[in-house]
């Protein structure tokens, strides 16, 4: 099992650049979620999948999009990179609502200059 | 909105020493999480804490969640330089199945060999 796995591992974009973030995992998990992690401010809740089919807002949606494509993959996309999006992005998943554990993939850095 | 505050920031010990990491939550906790962060990966889990008075152990960590379940320590007993690492708490944002999970701002742990 490789777990969680996230492409790329960096990114550097230039303002108002496009760029999608991949996710997948393959422990058959339902709910998958998309952080990002900033200095001083700990980890914060972009958006989540619950189930398959279904997506909803976290802390912190604006300037971000997601599509959970199938039950293995869910993908966080960046419409018009700014500054303020540079940070380390982590996925995770947890097998459904009674389980707490969430496994997180490596991450990735993305720097918007 | 709840919030999750953890100290120290930052903490440097010296091998063998005995350390507590403290988070405190602005609301009633329904879940308490602890996790582990290695420099430049992911997030590993540690554990989850769930009743008031609860107590868990995994190797030389212990974590406990106070009666009122609005405050968790985490305690690492003679401290190895694998302990090093970020070490963040977790918590359901309300009652179980909201999905939106909230994270600390982390403490760094260093130790000297």
């Known amino acids: 099992n490789a777990g969680v796995t996230q492409t790329p591992k960096f990114q550097v974009l230039k303002t108002g650049q496009s760029m999608t973030l991949q996710c997948a995992q393959d422990m058959n998990h339902n709910s998958m979620y998309w952080y990002r992690q900033d200095p001083g401010m700990g980890l914060r809740l972009i958006y989540y999948?619950?189930?398959?089919?279904?997506?909803d807002k976290g802390e912190v949606p604006n300037g971000y999009n997601v599509s959970r494509l199938n039950k293995r993959e869910f993908s966080l996309r960046l419409e018009s990179a700014a500054p303020s999006q540079t940070s380390v992005y982590f996925c995770?998943?947890?097998?459904?609502?009674?389980?707490?554990?969430?496994?997180f993939g490596p991450g990735t850095r993305l720097t918007v200059t | 909105s709840q919030e999750l505050e953890q100290s120290p920031q930052s903490l440097i010990v010296q091998e063998g020493k005995n350390l507590t990491i403290n988070c405190t939550s602005s609301k009633t906790l329904y879940g308490l999480y602890w996790y582990k962060q290695k420099y430049g990966e992911g997030l590993i889990f540690l554990m989850m804490l769930q009743k008031g008075g609860e107590e868990k152990s995994h190797e030389k960590i212990t974590a406990k969640l106070d009666e009122k379940k609005q405050q968790s320590s985490l305690h690492i007993t003679a401290s190895q330089p694998s302990h090093a690492g970020i070490y963040l708490c977790g918590a359901d944002g309300g009652p179980s199945g909201t999905y939106k999970y909230i994270f600390g701002t982390g403490t760094r742990l260093k130790v000297l060999a």
């Open positions: 999948s619950a189930s398959e089919g279904t997506t």
């Open positions: 995770a998943s947890k097998r459904g609502l009674a389980e707490y554990e969430q496994y």
